[in-house]
Each structure stands twice: as structure tokens, then as C-alpha cells.
């Protein structure tokens, strides 16, 4: 009996016209977004059909008609000349329909001896990823090296340091750049453990249960420029952990950035005035002409949300679906290829940003204010050799009387006052209130004395 129920019978109508739904056909297709992968797919049936030529399942003859078709499939994607047609379901079929035409079916039918989409989807992604990776690398090592070069440019730039958004201690302007350039480079060096793990072979694992060949799965690896294979056929078809280590690395790296813009958000304030952006990044206001939008920021800032949903939904999308294939996994496309342009985007933006911004140096001392010495003032008490828990309590004891009697801040405090505090302040007290001293005396690994920054630009310059 068929599955065709007359039209009166069925309890809903509409687009049913034949066999199948038109809209089904659409839903189904992947074919819009996953023909970005042309020429990964194009390589690995290249290098799938030589592992069937050293079967003996196709001839040298038939191997080079096949190349010889492929050729011209890759010429016709990348001059924008391949043309669709109905049923082509993915770049998969799409590409094995034109080999067909070009070459004939009797040998074009051949190729997918002992292949499955299965194996073949899996490669293609693993191809298609680690290239978008590795040139997402490129990218991120030239926007860390641009930020290198202006912190080292910049280094006697001192400005405020903050924790819960209040002044906190005098740093330089280069150890807040170096901060981030510190986040950037282990961003930079888990992109390439990713890429690592990400380029290893699924190829010759047929739809599930394995090559009923024996294809030499090492040898189609190595031609791929895999690492390896993949040990088990059923993990090879199903595994998809590479992509959501790719949207997770994306999610994490532009949560970086969504922190870097908003530090440089706040900093172009009137209220802060620390930076100014280029206009090449900013945008005006339709209503007010004085207005000077950071849209390149907020766009950066904005889009880490968007990175992180596509993670949270793929995730969902594969959370307990049973093994091996199933489409589902179809709709780890979408998500991902958004993520990588998303990042491949951000990442030269925030370059543009950040090569082109103005600082305005005097603004950023002049928000440096002397109670930001005040652990300063206890650490000098320190060397004197009282313990730090009762300097602490010192010091604070001279911000409240400086605010007390009204004074512009703890350095204003007279020896006669410092003294009444405690016994053990002396006259170089007043030398503790000095911002290029303080931010000095912070030479430990990781400080912002000049040298410390310098020696931490060179470590990350090092890391390349
Ligand atoms: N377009 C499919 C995908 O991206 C290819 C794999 C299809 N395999 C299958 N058994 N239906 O996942």
C-alpha cells in the first residue's frame, strides 16, 4: 500500500502536490550555506577516489577522468559560474550530479564506492574548519602585534587602574594594553591546540560501520593533510566536538573582546576622555550633531552575544540525540559559519580600532588622584617594619582625616597631622606621593614598572 493518501482524506492540504512537500525539499536542503565547502569536498573526493584506484575498484583511466572533472566543478564554484539544480540537496550530491554530466554516470557512479555522506560531510567540515581557523590565527596575530607595538610605543602613559569600576591604582596605559594582549595570545595559542584536534581524518569510515574495502584510511589522511585518523568509524560519523570547540573558542575570544570594548567604550567618554576613536570607527548622531557614537565597540560588545547564542543552540541542537548520524547534526552549518565570520570580522575591526584611536596622555593622569597612593602610604609604613593588616588601618585613618579637614587629598596632610596618626611617619613620607614612583616600584613579574610591561611585550612578542 502506498503512503500517498488521497487529498480528501488528508487531515491538512495545501502544498501537497506529489510524493513530497515542497517546503520539506527546502527544509531539508543544506545546499545555500554548506556550498562553502566546494572545494573541501572537491578535495576529498580527489583524494577518496586515488585510495579507490589503489583498490583496484576504479581504473587509472577512470581516476583521471574523475580529476579531470573535478577540475572543472572547483573552476566553475570559484568563477561563480556552478549552476543549481532541483534536487541538489547539499554540495555533496550537488557536486556528484555535475561530475555525473561532465564525465558520465558509469564512472562519476564509482566514486562513491564505500562512502557515505556520513564520513564525507565530517571531512569536509574538518577541512573547511582548520583553514578557517588558521587564517583566523593570521588575523589575531596581527591585531596582537598591533597592540605589542602600541603599548611598547606608549609606555610612559600612566592612567588609573580600576576594580569595580573605581580608582583603584596608577598603571601604565601599556600594562592595560598588555593585559589584553595577554588574554589574545592564549586565545591564540587555544586556537591552534583546537586546530590540532579538529585535523584528524573521519575519511574511509564508510556510513557508520567502517570501509567494506579496506581502504587505507592513513594514506587518504595523509593526502588530506590530516594528522591522523580517527579510531573509531562510529565516533568518525558522529563526532562533532570540533565544532563546538570552534563556536566555544569564538564565544570565548569575543567575550574578551566585548570586555576590551567596553573598558574602551567607557574611556572615550566626556566624562573620561581618555581616548578618542578614529571616525573611520565611530558614527554620528541623527539627531544631535555633537554626538560621537563608539558603534564599532558597541557592535563588537553586541556581537558576543550573537557568537555565544549560536554555541548554546548548537549544543542543544546535538544534546542527546542518539549515535551515529543524524541530521540534526545538519544544523551545526548555520551556526558556525556565522561564528567564524562573525570573529573573522571582529578581529579586524578591533584592529582598525585600536591601530587608529588617539589617547589623550594629560587626561589620564589628570584622573590619577592621590588616594590611589593610599596603599602606597601603607606599604611605606611597611618598610619601616610595621605589619601590614595595622598600616592598612593607618592609612585609612589619613584618607579620613584628608577628608575630614577638607583637603584635596592625603598628600596635603602636614607632618605635624601624620604624626598625630602615628609616631612612626617621618618627613620622606611625602615621597611616597608620587605616581611614577608608585606604578615603579611595581617591577615584580606581571607589575607595571616600565620594565616589568617591556618584559612582558617581549615574552608575548616571543610567543609568535
Ligand atoms: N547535508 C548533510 C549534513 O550536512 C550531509 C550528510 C547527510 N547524511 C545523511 N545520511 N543524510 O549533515
Redesign the pocket.
Known amino acids: 500500500m502506498s503512503n500517498q493518501q488521497p487529498s480528501e482524506q488528508r487531515l491538512w492540504g495545501g502544498r501537497f502536490t506529489g510524493a513530497s512537500d515542497p517546503l520539506m525539499d527546502l527544509y531539508n536542503a543544506?545546499l545555500p550555506y554548506?556550498q562553502k565547502m566546494y572545494a573541501a569536498d572537491i578535495e576529498g573526493t580527489r583524494v577518496y577516489t586515488m585510495g579507490l584506484e589503489k583498490l583496484g575498484l576504479i581504473t587509472k583511466e577512470e581516476l583521471s577522468e574523475i580529476h579531470r572533472g573535478l577540475k572543472l566543478i572547483l573552476a566553475e564554484w570559484s568563477e561563480g559560474k556552478f549552476v543549481e539544480k532541483p534536487g541538489d540537496?547539499?554540495i555533496?550530491t550537488a557536486n556528484e550530479r555535475r561530475l555525473g554530466e561532465l564525465i558520465g554516470k558509469n564512472i562519476s557512479g564509482k566514486v562513491h564506492t564505500g562512502r557515505?555522506?556520513?564520513d564525507?560531510?565530517a571531512t569536509d567540515m574538518r577541512i573547511y574548519v582548520r583553514e578557517e581557523l588558521t587564517k583566523l590565527a593570521g588575523f589575531l596575530k596581527s591585531f596582537i602585534e598591533v597592540i605589542i607595538k602600541r603599548a611598547t610605543k606608549e609606555i610612559d602613559v600612566l592612567m588609573p587602574g580600576y576594580t569595580h569600576l573605581q580608582r583603584a591604582q596608577p598603571i601604565r596605559w601599556s600594562h592595560w594594553l598588555s593585559m589584553y594582549a595577554t588574554y589574545f595570545t592564549e586565545d591564540y595559542k587555544r586556537l591552534l591546540q583546537i586546530i590540532e584536534r579538529t585535523n584528524v581524518s573521519p575519511l574511509g569510515s564508510g556510513?557508520l560501520a567502517g570501509h567494506p574495502y579496506g581502504i587505507d584510511r592513513e594514506f587518504l589522511a595523509a593526502e588530506l593533510g590530516f594528522n591522523g585518523v580517527i579510531g573509531n568509524s562510529l565516533t568518525a560519523v558522529s563526532d562533532r566536538d570540533f565544532v563546538v570547540e570552534s563556536m566555544f573558542w569564538s564565544s570565548l575570544f569575543m567575550n574578551h573582546i566585548s570586555r576590551f570594548s567596553e573598558d574602551l567604550i567607557i574611556y572615550s567618554t566626556g566624562e573620561f576622555g581618555f581616548i578618542k576613536l578614529a571616525d573611520a570607527y565611530s558614527t554620528g548622531s541623527s539627531l544631535m550633531p555633537q554626538k560621537k557614537n563608539p558603534d564599532s565597540l558597541e557592535l563588537l560588545r553586541g556581537k558576543s552575544g550573537r557568537v555565544f547564542g549560536s554555541l548554546a543552540g548548537f549544543m542543544m541542537s546535538i544534546k542527546s540525540i542518539p549515535s551515529t548520524?543524524n541530521?540534526d547534526?545538519?544544523e551545526?552549518?548555520e551556526p558556525l559559519f556565522d561564528s567564524l565570520l562573525t570573529v573573522e570580522h571582529s578581529i579586524l575591526i578591533a584592529t582598525g580600532v585600536i591601530s587608529t584611536l588617539n589617547i589623550d596622555a594629560e587626561k589620564m593622569e589628570a584622573a590619577l588622584t592621590m588616594d590611589m597612593l593610599a596603599t602606597d602610604l601603607a606599604d611605606y609604613l611597611v618598610r619601616k617594619g610595621v605589619p601590614f593588616r595595622e598600616t592598612h588601618h593607618i592609612s585609612g585613618e589619613c584618607v579620613r582625616t584628608a577628608e575630614v579637614e577638607k583637603l584635596s587629598g592625603i598628600d596635603q596632610l602636614t607632618m605635624e597631622q601624620f604624626k598625630k596618626i602615628d609616631a612612626r611617619f617621618e618627613q620622606d613620607v611625602f615621597e611616597t606621593f608620587n605616581f611614577e614612583q608608585s606604578v615603579e616600584r611595581r617591577t615584580a613579574t606581571g607589575g607595571t614598572a616600565k620594565s616589568a610591561v617591556l618584559k612582558q611585550l617581549t615574552n608575548l612578542q616571543s610567543q609568535f
Open positions: 543544506s554548506d540537496e547539499d555533496h557515505s555522506r556520513n564525507q560531510v556510513a548520524y541530521k547534526m545538519q551545526d552549518k
